[in-house]
């Protein structure tokens, strides 16, 4: 007997219905986002890592590279061989992603309506504006809201394997792992422990066999290296400089509800302190998303006031914890619509979702989608100017010197193809001569501004006749350690090209020398 199909067997729940609803309206705004932003957000860094994930196929070290965050590397480089719309379009899916885990995270722990979740976390400040980029953070959000998914169905091992290989996500992973371990240590769970260290030891041991030092993971740390070999000072601020920036992170209303879900956790303490039943929910607010949210809070207030680890008061990192907000003003609401007041309730429900989006766009500094602004977070350079000067100059085909990865993506450029030029190997690993520059790959043509040698005004640099030096007056400066002086002071290069000097420090400064002797 033939069985009829019937819509009726397709049974939602209005959470999953109400749920399909929201991910699709963020899906909608992320996609005007998209189509607002003329650059992606994170500057400097979005191209890069997408550089990194781009030629890690040539350069297998990459991967294990410990600022180009080997496992967004890894995601990323498959993304990356169809051009940055592609790494950026996976994002999108992270951000996504991490949306849908956070509600099946609600779900999971029987919270009311917990399809608003996903707008509690989508339409925070921070999320909004750093969507539409290749940044690490949307990545290791994911990952972290997926651990907090596998910890709610009590999937303890799986979920500490997991954890453990947050460090090899974001360097502050070490601090979220931290705050994993005080929650299994809290729910009694030490048999568990030793499965944190999975992550990094794999990692650490691959790195140590391959770079043949056993303390690498330290040592070649950015970060560490920042701290103890010195560099540009990254500046320091006030301990509180994350949280008088709430406008920026998480928005009013998440900011309202993770204070109201504080105030919740201190009640659940009393109550337990009376030998109250415990409430599950209160315990993993309690004992594993404040601990997550409190260290990653601290750890990056502390390293900006002592101005330490190279850090810079980049408030995009609360990417990171932006799902473990969500949950916690998810938590407040919960407990807050137990009031069982159905009117309250839906203009409650109304408010927040409405609110929501409303405080989203002016804190991320983006037009709401009835606006026509064009966002360009990274300035307004002349480097189209000078690309186009370049290609139709006589020193085309020499070695472009420059600190703005942004041109390496929209020429195809590979910053390391240079290195495998100059110092050569054979077949059996011998070092080989250096390879005359008309013979390099056209990719591998380009090189950063501090490999320019300016002692004795650049007497001894190496780099052949011909070489075309692009300077802009802040990552040249900054990153690539030449000031403007220096940079007019070497005796063997002319002038040919400035655009916007001016006696201040701007963007808009470009100035194009090249080597004209040898």
């Not at 994911?142 to 979920?159: Q, S």
């Not at 501004?449 to 007497?459: F, Q």
Request: positive net charge.
């Amino acid at each position: 007997m033939s069985a009829k199909f019937s819509w009726n067997r397709i049974e939602w729940n209005r959470n999953s219905s109400a749920a399909a609803m929201a991910m699709l309206l963020v899906a909608v705004v992320d996609l005007f986002v998209s189509r607002t932003m003329s650059v992606p957000a994170g500057g400097q860094d979005s191209w890069n890592h997408y550089l990194y994930a781009r030629w890690a196929w040539q350069h297998p070290e990459l991967l294990l590279d410990q600022w180009g965050k080997p496992f967004f590397t890894a995601l990323a480089m498959p993304f990356a061989q169809w051009g940055i719309g592609a790494v950026l379009l996976l994002n999108h899916l992270c951000v996504l992603a991490t949306a849908w885990l956070s509600y099946l995270t609600a779900r999971k722990l029987g919270l009311k309506n917990p399809w608003m979740v996903i707008f509690l976390f989508a339409w925070q400040p921070i999320v909004l504006a750093n969507t539409h980029s290749a940044l690490t953070e949307p990545s290791n959000a994911l990952v972290l809201v997926w651990i907090c998914y596998l910890f709610a169905g009590n999937r303890w091992k799986t979920a500490t394997i997991v954890a453990s290989f947050l460090p090899v996500i974001r360097s502050e992973g070490f601090v979220l792992l931290g705050a994993i371990l005080v929650f299994l240590a809290f729910r009694n769970r030490w048999r568990y422990m030793p499965w944190a260290a999975v992550g990094v030891a794999l990692y650490g041991v691959v790195g140590a066999i391959i770079h043949k030092q056993w303390n690498w993971l330290i040592v070649q740390n950015p970060y560490v290296r920042q701290e103890t070999d010195g560099g540009f000072d990254a500046g320091h601020g006030s301990f509180w400089h994350y949280a008088m920036h709430q406008r920026e992170i998480m928005g009013i209303i998440v900011a309202v509800l993770c204070l109201v879900s504080l105030a919740f956790v201190v009640l659940y303490v009393f109550k337990r302190l009376n030998k109250k039943t415990p409430a599950p929910n209160s315990q993993i607010a309690l004992w594993l998303w404040w601990p997550l949210l409190g260290f990653f809070f601290v750890a990056h207030s502390v390293l900006w006031w002592k101005g330490a680890m190279g850090s810079h008061g980049l408030v995009r990192v609360f990417v990171t914890v932006s799902p473990i907000m969500a949950l916690l003003s998810m938590y407040s609401l919960d407990l807050i619509m137990r009031v069982e007041i159905q009117f309250l309730n839906r203009l409650l429900k109304g408010l927040v979702s409405v609110g929501m989006f409303l405080v989203a766009f002016p804190g991320a500094d983006l037009p709401y989608p009835w606006g026509r602004r064009l966002v360009c977070p990274e300035g307004n350079y002349s480097i189209v100017q000078v690309l186009k000067w370049i290609k139709t100059s006589p020193y085309a085909n020499g070695v472009l010197v420059h600190q703005l990865p942004a041109i390496n993506v929209s020429e195809d450029l590979d910053p390391w193809g240079a290195e495998t030029q100059l110092h050569p190997k054979s077949a059996t690993g011998e070092w080989l001569s250096p390879k005359p520059v008309n013979e390099w790959p056209k990719e591998s043509r380009t090189l950063s501004i501090w490999s320019v040698d300016t002692k004795d005004s650049g007497a001894h640099d190496w780099l052949p006749k011909g070489s075309v030096l692009l300077w802009d007056n802040f990552h040249a400066r900054r990153d690539g350690n030449m000031d403007r002086a220096e940079l007019l002071g070497l005796k063997k290069y002319k002038t040919v090209f400035a655009a916007g000097l001016t006696d201040s420090d701007t963007l808009n400064d470009v100035v194009v020398r090249v080597k004209v002797s040898d």
